[in-house]
DNA sequence: CTGTTAGCGCTTTCAG
DNA sequence: CTGAAAGCGCTAACAG
């Protein structure tokens, strides 16, 4: 209310006043404006009080550009695949809950899984001196590989974490271990004929990995395994009714479709609607990711759970803890997995 | 290939160079570097390609944080309703896209619906001193305005656009128009007992104008319209479940579930076929947003098509152009929609 | 507990 | 077309 109206209404863009106004207006020197607001206990309790209240007053705010100029960046960069159509919002979240909670901010850009496109992701990323960066569907291009070696900069891959040396850190799971324990999971339920369903998996060995883990599955288990139960489609829902059209087209007596995406299971669940198939008594379906809708579809979804949110804190976590010194070496993490039995297979 | 690995390995952080060593390397000075990045058409085609060599060979990337101290910035701050469940991730996409074409960047904070989180989200954002703010799902709490009004720095919403004065600029659709067509559209087909369902309203004037729409076009129709026929749940597909129950407890004899977003329709669509209901038949839904699952749900969904991603891309635009000095006067820039008639209504 | 000095890396004047 | 000087707003380092 008694904040006053200051220079003109929305076009100056210079008329918001520094610490040096600050300062001036309490009577110290601008230093001191400083600690009191980043490390109060340096400055006496009466002080401190006419400082803040002074800031409160006159409505300033820090200019965190400046600051970022001398110690390290409050700025953590994240590249991250395409927000539509997969679990990745999670993840943000997860990053951008616990980055707040430590003062920092995340800087966002959108990768796709080029390399070109990566390679100017990181490049912008590193323009802004981040504290850290924190990359996911990163594909390791070499040149932006050697950006990263070049940037001294901490960097966390949440990516695929099995036979795999991150450029620094890492947070991920195994996703041949989730694709193995799912396909044996089927198994055990007596299923037999199993499809697996992927987007292209070409230079992204999340999903390499997932395939590879279902086919080791199937040959250890002394499954029939050919390629044509495997297909490529699309990442969306379309893409999974189209799989499932396909996989029974070369395979009439195809018992379940293992698609490594929820999306994709949920877009084969209601092909097999539209088809008048019973789920799973004449297709099985499962999905990986267990998104918010997989426990409330008809019928729920049996599926991979991988904890999203929890990825992105953590990655968060790790580069906070390389920054304060507490970690030195490279270090991977492996978060765990869980297989949510449902009614879909 | 060539480039020096130099320095410490991962723990110095300074060992990055700058202009003035670019500089040194070509023997010009660091204005003149500056010019051959930013204004190349001031520098003599041979001055620039020596400096611009010397800058890809030692892997120099310009300083950000350093160059937004003098110009305006080059970050566009924007604060987005949690990215869970909702079709924020396309907006986010669209602004994303948007403003790399430009050269700007996202700096992203997440708000809740909550006062509290919105001030200190705005303030957050303000540090940076962005070149603009892009605003959604902002509701406008009077600590928040305040500090946005001082700012005196150009502000997008994405909101709700009819009858609201806008902060300075705003770019969405009329959400009482949207759900006052899609009213009239059941009513065409001939429904006549019409429930909505909504996540609370309150505090969120995009969901009040789309329940008085729905209101205002029952009353104007001339269909019954009673209190009871309104829910509120959470923005879940099990809270659009319970909406389907609730409401069909209160009136058994309902026809058609109006929600006031997908996540709920879908929701909503399981619960029927876990119950055995045919819809449209027993039961009829309508959506809000038309995710992408809508078009591919057995049965389609009958949904209302609000350009998100064009959203995103187009409050980018409006401020930059005002950035560009283009407009000066606030604008509102409405963007259309589509109803969309599926299966399931 | 408080202040002075210097400088982060770039770009805006203003002169050649 | 190129350069020298000055400074954006803040904080580390060193006094008092």
Not at 220 to 240: N, S
């Amino acid at each position: 209310m008694d904040t006053p109206q200051r220079g003109s209404p929305r076009s100056a863009k210079g008329n918001r006043l520094g610490m040096r106004e600050i300062a001036r207006l309490v009577g110290v020197s601008p230093i001191t404006v400083s600690r009191a607001l980043n490390d109060p206990d340096k400055v006496s309790p009466e002080t401190r009080d006419r400082v803040l209240g002074a800031i409160e007053r006159a409505g300033f705010i820090p200019n965190q550009l400046a600051s970022s100029m001398r110690g390290p960046g409050r700025i953590i960069g994240t590249m991250v695949p395409p927000l539509i159509n997969s679990g990745i919002a999670e993840q943000v979240q997860g990053m951008s809950d616990e980055a707040l909670l430590s003062g920092y901010q995340l800087l966002l850009v959108q990768g796709d899984f080029t390399a070109a496109a990566e390679e100017k992701a990181v490049r912008s990323l590193l323009g802004w001196r981040p504290a850290g960066l924190i990359l996911q569907a990163f594909v390791q291009s070499a040149p932006a590989r050697q950006l990263l070696v070049d940037g001294a900069v901490p960097v966390v891959e949440i990516s695929e974490i099995r036979g795999k040396r991150p450029i620094d850190m890492a947070v991920g799971v195994s996703n041949f271990e989730t694709a193995y324990a799912m396909t044996a999971h089927l198994a055990s339920k007596g299923y037999k004929r199993i499809g697996f369903v992927s987007t292209p998996v070409h230079g992204n060995d999340r999903l390499q990995q997932r395939r590879i883990g279902y086919r080791q599955a199937m040959k250890d288990l002394g499954l029939r395994h050919k390629v044509d139960l495997e297909v490529e489609v699309t990442l969306t829902h379309q893409g999974g009714a189209e799989a499932l059209r396909l996989l029974t087209q070369r395979d009439p007596k195809l018992e379940v479709v293992f698609c490594s995406s929820d999306t994709l299971a949920i877009g084969a669940v209601q092909e097999c609607h539209r088809l008048g198939w019973k789920i799973p008594e004449r297709m099985a379906i499962a999905g990986y990711g267990d998104v918010d809708l997989a426990a409330q579809l008809y019928p729920s979804l049996t599926t991979v759970r991988v904890p999203r949110y929890e990825m992105g804190r953590e990655a968060v976590r790790q580069l906070l803890r390389r920054l304060a010194g507490e970690t030195r070496s490279s270090t991977i993490i492996s978060l765990g997995f869980e297989i949510i039995d449902r009614d879909s297979a």
